[in-house]
Nanobody, 125 residues
Framework: QLQLVESGGGLVQPGGSLRLSCAVSGSRVDYYAIGWFRQAPGKEREGVSCISSSGTSINYADSVKGRFTISRDNAKNTVYLQMNSLKPEDTAIYYC??????????????????WGQGTQVTVSS
């Protein structure tokens, strides 16, 4: 059974960095487009970044461009989200998920499945 598990969240000061991991089990990570989403209290879930199954197409939300980097290690069956220059507005629960039936990326959360349990990222001094 396909399962995605996030890790790597925590408390960090503004300007700091974190690296999130999304470990995939039950299938190969490069069979799917994998997306990172986040949800802050009282807000809708929003797309942060996505990597296509081929790895040749990568998308970022405008709010994280130049600060976040998505990558994938096929040998470890894991997708990473390197987050630098973190801001208080990056505070949220971060989730990863695979896009259903499609190898390409989308920022629409409803098109993703097999959501992980999420990992909390808090940016505060």
């Amino acid at each position: 059974q396909l399962q995605l598990v996030e890790s790597g969240g925590g408390l960090v000061q503004p300007g700091g960095s974190l690296r999130l991991s999304c470990a995939v089990s039950g299938s190969r990570v490069d069979y799917y487009a994998i997306g990172w989403f986040r949800q802050a209290p009282g807000k809708e879930r929003e797309g942060v970044s996505c990597i296509s199954s081929s790895g040749t197409s990568i998308n970022y939300a405008d709010s994280v461009k130049g600060r976040f980097t998505i990558s994938r290690d096929n040998a470890k069956n894991t997708v990473y989200l390197q987050m630098n220059s973190l801001k208080p507005e990056d505070t949220a629960i971060y989730y990863c998920a695979r896009r259903g039936g499609m190898a390409t990326c989308s920022s629409i959360a409803a098109e993703y499945y097999n959501w992980g349990q999420g990992t909390q990222v808090t940016v505060s001094s």
